[in-house]
């Protein structure tokens, strides 16, 4: 599946609206319960999501050299300090303000913003049992997997193929097994185990 830049760049409007939408109406014991990001809860995954939009790039290296050169210890220090300093509604606050934010990660052009926002959604709705993206918008992740990606997730697909059943997306060679692409993604980013192969 090919798209354009700007195509990819109204989902990711979309994609951020939706989300803020599905925010709006959440309780604060929603903002408190656990997400699919392990250690963090809901508000984490949020002040993650939207910590570009507040992030200065020598604010970001700073604390990129504090944690070692570790993202991920980085992200995981931001997350938590920003936690701590904004109240939830900041945190919606920032993420309505920003619907249209140019940001896109190091090296991920458009398509790693949408990656980022799709990923770390679901990270947020799948627990609460919220709605997930449109499919079709799932589907344009998908088609940016490659073995890099798989890797950062540590997963392996030695020998199997997932499928999906509501797109035209086949990732890996070997066994097929068949999924919605909403699990597809949820699988290959590591939130879930890979389904058993039964010969």
Not at 12 to 25: D, I, K, Q
Not at 135 to 163: K, M
Request: charged share 20%.
């Amino acid at each position: 599946m090919s798209s354009t830049d700007a195509e990819l760049t109204r989902h990711v409007h979309a994609e951020r609206e939706r989300l803020a939408e599905l925010l709006a109406g959440l309780p604060e014991e929603g903002w408190a319960a656990s997400s699919l990001c392990a250690g963090w809860r809901v508000r984490e995954v949020v002040a993650h999501i939207t910590a570009a939009f507040r992030t200065s790039m020598p604010r970001f290296v700073a604390g990129l050299v504090a944690a070692r050169f570790s993202f991920d210890r980085y992200a995981d220090r931001a997350a938590r300090g920003d936690t701590a300093r904004l109240s939830d509604p900041d945190l919606l606050a920032c993420l309505r303000a920003n619907i249209t934010h140019p940001w896109r990660p190091p090296g991920g052009g458009t398509a790693g913003a949408l990656s980022h926002d799709i990923i770390h959604g679901l990270d947020i709705t799948e627990p609460l049992g919220l709605p997930a993206p449109p499919v079709e918008r799932i589907a344009l992740v998908l088609a940016g997997t490659n073995p890099r990606s798989l890797a950062y997730f540590g997963v392996d697909l030695t020998g199997v193929q997932l499928r999906a059943t509501d797109a035209d997306v086949r990732i890996g060679a070997g066994e097929p097994v068949e999924l919605p692409a909403k699990d597809v993604l949820l699988t290959i980013t590591g939130r879930r185990p890979l389904p058993s192969v039964t010969t």
